[in-house]
């Protein structure tokens, strides 16, 4: 019996050292792996964090791209540390030989040589500049008197500024890059939008392409649901066509500063050539930057003998082709 539990003792000894071992090889191994090993980058590299990317996505991409040498070891480290959620997006830029400890530290600590911003349909250049400004990407005014001042040439025509042709998307912006550069980024992703043979598209329709974009713009502020989008550029060309005022409250709150969620009697009164209650024809630049859907609407209206329209609710907009037909849809879903 005393021989029985001799062994019993013996033997739980050396799982106990056995296990010992292991763990101390475990640590050992971990210690290296993390902060030892300086074998990667063999050079300086580039990596992207997209949008979306899980923790797991980033390190079997780091992996992948010749950064990371141990990334069961870089997982375990962000897992202790808890920071498997806190790593950044955006472009990072590594020296060669990083730790792992160091690239850990380096994608949570958000240390990007570019960073991810997403600029919303209907943005205006102002909006665009304080989007920047709030990711750290430079003077909102700054911004926006660059947008102000410079022009393009679309069509044989030269624009009054940047405003419209700033294409709202998801973009890589460098960091400590200038408005110029910036702005670029935008207007040559605007080129890649416009749709095939735009100038002749515009032709037909009897405006520039610049013009075109102005009426994107409208539709871009006005429009809620994509269904709608090329009837009511219809309807601006219809009125168009008639001399009629386009009275779109949209290019009146582009006077102001702010957002306006009602637009009053006093601002209708307003003299600007935004003010299209006050003058026929296009405002002199476009609205708004719009977005793909718009655009296209704006190249290739739907036909209709409609000059009217009021939200509905919904999303959804009531068109009329008499004013008496209107003031009806007005009563109805206004008042």
Same mark, same amino acid.
């Given at each position: 019996?005393?021989?029985? !539990?001799?062994?019993?003792?013996?033997?739980?000894?050396?799982?106990?050292?056995?296990?010992?071992?292991?763990?101390?090889? &475990?640590?050992?191994?971990? !210690?290296?792996?993390?902060?030892?090993?300086?074998?990667?980058?063999?050079?300086?590299?580039?990596?992207?964090?997209?949008?979306?990317?899980?923790?797991?996505?980033?390190a079997g991409a780091l992996e992948g791209a010749g950064i990371l040498a141990h990334p069961v070891a870089f997982r375990i480290l962000a897992r202790l540390r808890g920071d498997e959620t806190s790593i950044q997006t955006g472009q990072f830029r590594f020296p060669a030989h990083q730790t792992s400890d160091e690239i850990l530290e380096r994608l949570v600590s958000g240390a990007t040589t570019a960073t991810w911003v997403t600029f919303p349909e209907g943005f205006t250049a102002r909006e665009i500049g304080r989007r920047l400004a709030a990711r750290r990407l430079g003077d909102a005014a700054t911004f926006d008197r660059y947008a102000a001042r410079t022009s393009l040439v679309i069509d044989g025509t030269r624009t009054r500024s940047l405003e419209g042709f700033l294409f709202p998307s998801t973009y890589l912006i460098p960091a400590g890059a200038a408005p110029a550069r910036i702005a670029g980024i935008l207007t040559d992703q605007f080129f890649r939008e416009l749709p095939e043979n735009a100038q002749a598209k515009a032709r037909a329709l009897g405006l520039t392409v610049p013009q075109v974009i102005a009426v994107a713009s409208l539709i871009e502020r006005e429009a809620q649901a994509d269904d709608e989008r090329a009837l009511m550029a219809g309807v601006y060309y219809n009125r168009l066509r008639a001399g009629m005022p386009l009275q779109?409250?949209?290019?009146?709150?582009?006077?102001?500063?702010?957002?306006?969620?009602?637009?009053?009697? !006093?601002?209708?009164?307003?003299?600007?050539?935004?003010?299209?209650?006050?003058?026929?024809?296009?405002?002199?630049?476009?609205? &708004?930057?719009?977005?793909?859907?718009?655009?296209?609407?704006?190249?290739?209206?739907?036909?209709?003998?409609?000059?009217?329209?009021?939200?509905?609710?919904?999303?959804?907009?009531?068109?009329? !082709?008499?004013?008496?037909?209107?003031n009806a849809n007005v009563a109805r879903y206004l008042h």
């Amino acid at each position: 019996m005393n021989r029985l !539990r001799l062994a019993l003792v013996n033997s739980a000894i050396a799982i106990v050292v056995a296990t010992g071992v292991i763990v101390g090889a &475990a640590a050992l191994w971990f !210690r290296a792996a993390v902060y030892e090993d300086r074998s990667l980058p063999a050079a300086p590299a580039t990596f992207v964090v997209p949008d979306g990317a899980t923790f797991g996505d980033v390190a079997g991409a780091l992996e992948g791209a010749g950064i990371l040498a141990h990334p069961v070891a870089f997982r375990i480290l962000a897992r202790l540390r808890g920071d498997e959620t806190s790593i950044q997006t955006g472009q990072f830029r590594f020296p060669a030989h990083q730790t792992s400890d160091e690239i850990l530290e380096r994608l949570v600590s958000g240390a990007t040589t570019a960073t991810w911003v997403t600029f919303p349909e209907g943005f205006t250049a102002r909006e665009i500049g304080r989007r920047l400004a709030a990711r750290r990407l430079g003077d909102a005014a700054t911004f926006d008197r660059y947008a102000a001042r410079t022009s393009l040439v679309i069509d044989g025509t030269r624009t009054r500024s940047l405003e419209g042709f700033l294409f709202p998307s998801t973009y890589l912006i460098p960091a400590g890059a200038a408005p110029a550069r910036i702005a670029g980024i935008l207007t040559d992703q605007f080129f890649r939008e416009l749709p095939e043979n735009a100038q002749a598209k515009a032709r037909a329709l009897g405006l520039t392409v610049p013009q075109v974009i102005a009426v994107a713009s409208l539709i871009e502020r006005e429009a809620q649901a994509d269904d709608e989008r090329a009837l009511m550029a219809g309807v601006y060309y219809n009125r168009l066509r008639a001399g009629m005022p386009l009275q779109v409250d949209a290019s009146i709150e582009y006077i102001f500063p702010e957002h306006h969620d009602v637009i009053t009697g !006093r601002d209708l009164a307003i003299d600007s050539p935004y003010n299209t209650y006050l003058h026929a024809g296009l405002p002199p630049t476009p609205i &708004a930057n719009p977005g793909k859907a718009s655009i296209d609407a704006a190249f290739a209206p739907t036909p209709s003998h409609y000059l009217y329209y009021v939200y509905k609710g919904n999303g959804h907009h009531a068109f009329a !082709r008499t004013l008496a037909e209107h003031n009806a849809n007005v009563a109805r879903y206004l008042h």
